[in-house]
């Protein structure tokens, strides 16, 4: 039995070693030979084994060599092999798509001379990525040449294999013997700008005072010409400093002076001068300034480019030489950088001054290696003429990111509960290493004693230069970038690579000589900053998590802009009827990604501390854990609600949100299904009143729109009232109910509609009723009668909607949850057909009130009476309330011991009396409230008999009860009669 298992593993590792060796293979039959050895030795294996899943496994595995064999024999030509690559311990590429090879099917080599479409991107976007197979979240590069097609999981993939066909997107770098790095070209929106949104973008680009219009073409070469007879560009006005670097300030110095800084080489400069390239590494830092942030950026995007892949910083400075591939310096000091801010790229002009310390202190980035080196200072410059100077406290490093390179941003919460290492771990690791995300890290605020035992700085950003993993351990190689920072104190990994095999350390002689990550010869010596660290020490002691993500991983992208006015007034925050609302729809179902970008506002003339180019909300107050003490800007999130495309009234229901982020940029990633169309809501919380413009990007591989979202009911009633002292009747429940305001909903037509009430005082919970009340004003109610209403009473704002309202007169009655709160409100009415809403007068309106004496039913009485005597010909319409039940020992037995009542005004007593009127057409009503209808008294009326107010209840509720009520007259006449007291009138 274990020679048998023996043979079986011996076969199996043939097998793995000719499919690593024909990745390699020099020629067609080479590569044929290899193909059929991998075969030979899964048949063997197969006829060994008798598990079912692992024969499972490996008639696949035969099955795609043999596939592999045909391409191979069908191919007519055959790239020549580049040299073998060396094999290192640590060589993570080669490893990896060994690893992909031996664990999945095997597909025919693709050939450099007819690339085929690839099975699946390998990367994976879901939002639940696979913990069991690290290679499960996969990376968003095909392998190449003589490398083996890959196919993944279906389930790790969430179905991408169908929906990203993606290689046409793809551009092969010069050939190596490494897995080929192919470049994502990122997606543009195909949505055509509206007229308004043409004139917000260009409005947007002022900043600071500083005009950086939209990105149109590449700048001239004659615009950095020196012309005979001009001085040498310089800027509108010089950034501002801190008073911390006013400290060491010295003077604008043009660049051929400033580097390498003069505090280097103090005395001879002959020969010096700034370069724009270097064949070694680079090695950025900052030191008396505060852009901790943009400094990691611009490690990231540079130890990215080390890795073997395209520039993604230095190619954003003009003027470029495209066949050097890096910038070259002006005579006239005049340099345009391309950012992508406030909605677009756009043209940031900068000169080549730099801030120069008259100590050894620098005061703008520098490279630790390459001291010359002048791009990463422009490139910063131009930035912080953005954010309004070289005193800009930093940000969050994936928000920089965005700006300088336009790749995705999204902010990790380490400290969230919901937070899983190996789940965290397989989203970014393979991207990471196919530069398909940037990782940088971030501090929270930290105690002295922690920054030293840790050796971290407390609320201070990180790059992540490099990922490993091992058996045992998940590592990053992190750097301070600040130059007199700290180094990693705390626990370090036992299987931590050598600082000399970082990749971050790799001279770059071409694009691709960084992915052989074992090259020792041509490593530069780590700083003491950069050191390795366990995932889960990063999660313990960092805070956030900072990644941009490639927007080559999409196909599809479109945009819109958009401007939104906060009022000073807060709404409440159910209500979103006026918040900007988005018509999503999606061809074919799988991840789409949302990103909400708030634009810098210009304020030259207002602090820095309120602007939110300067302080963009990222920066909290001491009392908060993220904080540098600057104003807090709000906060902003994404909705998503299944709402057909039409807008949404109210925040009740909703398929996925985003975080409330207090950053320019918030994400929302989200699945959406097939041929469906969504209602994508933006929510906001505290920013302060102002008017503010966005921009909305989703991003999806399949066929999408996005534009704003359709109003349901077009046509707009509205009316803006209150509640008095005499009209705030409360809920359902109180006897003075109907004393709410009413309004007459007339439908002229079968429609639609819906009904929202508002109001500003959000401690007062509100309620809408719609009912069949003839327009007139309501008295009693039934359940039967109610049509629609709001359901529960809540705070600031209620929604009701009915569908397939029948023409006809209906009543609205808008209550509060208490009797007696006053407060404004507004009801809003919205049809599909034209309606008509007035307010119904209220009970009295215009008419003399007198009130009674209480009326008082003993525990034996039914019936109580009081003498009317008309003086004048007069209106006069009655109403009784019930006030209270008791019992002898004075317990108010409240509304529950209530009798049904009658209410009437009667000619005579006794048999022959004759009602005069009555309150429900002379039935008894189980109502807390009772009331005549309007009739007309004449004195002579006392010449046949006298005239009697009378109310009658139906019978006792049962013991000795006592019920009281209030009775009220509304006439229309002054002094038009004298009413008597109340008395026992049964018999």
Not at 158 to 177: F, G, I, M, Y
Not at 375 to 399: I, M, Q, T
Not at 585 to 608: C, I, N, Q, T, Y
Request: proline letters at 7%.
């Amino acid at each position: 039995m274990a020679d048998r298992a023996t043979q079986l593993e011996a076969c199996k590792a043939a097998a793995s070693k000719s499919k690593l060796q024909l990745q390699a293979a020099a020629s067609k039959d080479e590569a044929l030979e290899l193909a059929i050895d991998v075969a030979e030795n899964l048949v063997k294996a197969l006829k060994l084994t008798s598990d079912p899943e692992e024969r499972k496994n490996l008639k696949s595995q035969c099955r795609a060599i043999m596939d592999v064999a045909d391409g191979i024999k069908t191919s007519k030509d055959w790239p020549s092999a580049a040299p073998a690559t060396q094999n290192t311990k640590h060589g993570e590429v080669e490893r990896w798509a060994v690893d992909v090879a031996e664990s999945d099917p095997l597909g025919p080599p693709r050939l450099q001379s007819n690339p085929q479409p690839p099975s699946a991107i390998l990367v994976d976007l879901s939002l639940n990525p696979g913990t069991d197979n690290p290679t499960a979240s996969g990376n968003s590069h095909t392998l190449t040449s003589t490398t083996l097609q890959t196919s993944h999981d279906p389930d790790d993939l969430a179905n991408l294999e169908e929906k990203q066909k993606r290689d046409e997107h793809r551009q092969d770098l010069p050939t190596v013997s490494h897995p080929r790095v192919r470049k994502l070209e990122p997606p543009i929106s195909t949505r055509k700008l509206t007229r308004k949104e043409a004139i917000l973008l260009l409005k947007a680009s002022v900043v600071n005072g500083f005009k950086c219009p939209p990105w149109d073409k590449n700048p001239a070469s004659s615009e950095f010409a020196l012309v005979e007879g001009y001085d040498l560009y310089t800027d509108e006005r010089e950034l501002g400093l801190s008073a911390y670097q006013y400290q060491f300030f010295e003077s604008w110095v043009r660049a051929p002076k400033a580097l390498p800084p003069p505090s280097m080489y103090p005395n001879d400069r002959n020969g010096l001068g700034p370069v724009m390239g270097t064949t070694r590494s680079i090695d950025l830092v900052q030191d008396a300034a505060t852009d901790c942030s943009v400094v990691a950026s611009l490690c990231a995007g540079i130890a990215r480019a080390e890795r073997g892949h395209e520039q993604m910083l230095s190619n954003m400075i003009w003027p470029f030489d495209k066949n050097r591939g890096k910038p070259v310096l002006t005579s006239n000091g005049k340099y345009v950088v391309r950012l992508n801010f406030n909605g677009c790229w756009r043209k940031v002009v900068i000169d080549d001054r730099l801030p120069v310390s008259n100590t050894h202190r620098l005061l703008h980035v520098v490279d630790r290696h390459n001291p010359a080196l002048l791009w990463p200072a422009l490139l910063e410059k131009a930035y912080l003429k953005v954010r309004g100077g070289y005193d800009f406290p930093g940000s969050n490093s994936c928000g920089d990111l965005w700006t300088l390179t336009g790749w995705i941003p999204e902010q990790v919460y380490l400290q969230e509960t919901d937070t899983v290492p190996s789940q965290l771990w397989n989203r970014i690791y393979n991207s990471f290493l196919y530069g398909d995300v940037l990782v940088t890290v971030g501090t929270g605020k930290m105690s002295t004693r922690q920054e030293r035992e840790l050796g971290l700085e407390g609320q201070h950003s990180y790059v992540v230069l490099d990922m490993k993993e091992t058996d045992d351990d998940k590592l990053l190689l992190v750097k301070n970038p600040w130059v007199e920072g700290k180094g990693w104190r705390g626990p370090r990994p036992s299987t931590a690579p050598l600082l000399a095999t970082s990749s971050s350390s790799v001279v770059s002689k071409s694009g691709t000589d960084a992915l052989n990550r074992d090259n020792a010869s041509t490593m530069d010596k780590a700083h003491p900053t950069t050191f390795w660290i366990d995932l889960e020490q990063v999660i313990q002691h960092f805070e956030s998590l900072y990644l941009n993500w490639n927007p080559g991983l999409f196909r599809f992208r479109q945009d819109i802009h958009f401007d939104w006015r906060i009022e000073s007034r807060r709404p409440t925050e159910a209500c979103i009827e006026k918040h900007p609302q988005f018509s999503f729809w999606s061809k074919e179902a799988g991840v789409v990604w949302f990103l909400l970008s708030r634009h810098f506002r210009d304020d030259p003339d207002d602090p820095l501390e309120t602007s939110d180019a300067f302080n963009d909300g990222s920066i909290r107050p001491e009392t908060q854990i993220y904080s540098s003490g600057e104003p807090l800007k709000g906060y902003m999130s994404i909705f998503v609600c299944n709402g057909h495309g039409y807008r949404h009234y109210i925040k009740d229901t909703y398929l996925e949100s985003g975080p409330y982020v207090c950053t320019p940029q918030s994400l929302l990633r989200w699945e959406a299904d097939a041929d469906k169309t969504y209602t994508i809501v933006i929510d906001q919380d505290e920013l302060p009143p102002s008017q503010y413009t966005f921009s909305l990007s989703a991003f999806s591989n399949s066929n999408m729109t996005l534009e704003p979202a359709t109003l349901k009911y077009p046509i707009q009633k509205t009316i803006r009232s209150e509640w008095t002292k005499h009209t705030a009747g409360g809920g359902t429940s109180s006897t003075r109910y109907f004393e709410n305001p009413q309004y007459m909903l007339e439908i002229h037509e079968k429609c639609s509609l819906a009904i929202m009430l508002t109001s500003t005082t959000h401690g007062n919970p509100l309620h809408v009723k719609l009912a069949l009340g003839h327009g007139k004003r309501l008295y009693r109610l039934q359940s039967r009668d109610v049509l629609v209403d709001s359901g529960d009473h809540r705070g600031g704002c209620v929604f009701a909607e009915i569908n397939d309202l029948q023409p006809g007169l209906y009543t609205v009655i808008c209550s509060l949850f208490e009797g007696g709160m006053t407060g404004d409100f507004t009801l809003r009415v919205d049809s599909t057909r034209e309606t008509t809403l007035k307010p119904i007068p209220r009970d009295g309106a215009g008419l003399l009130a007198m009130k009674l004496s209480p009326a008082c039913f003993g525990p034996n009485v039914h019936k109580v009476a009081a003498p009317l005597v008309p003086r004048r010909l007069a209106s006069y319409t009655i109403v009784a309330r019930f006030i209270k039940a008791t019992s002898p020992r004075s317990h108010d037995l409240g509304m529950l011991a209530r009798s049904p009542l009658r209410l009437s005004v009667e000619l005579g007593r006794g048999p022959e009396r004759k009602f005069l009127v009555a309150s429900e057409g002379g039935e008894y009503a189980d109502s807390a409230t009772v009331r005549s209808e309007s009739i007309h008294l004449d004195p002579t009326l006392l010449r046949q008999d006298d005239i009697w107010i009378v109310l009658d209840r139906l019978s006792g509720p049962g013991g000795s009860v006592e019920e009281w009520y209030d009775v009220e007259l509304f006439i229309d006449m002054p002094q038009a009669c004298t009413i008597g007291v109340w008395r026992n009138w049964d018999g």
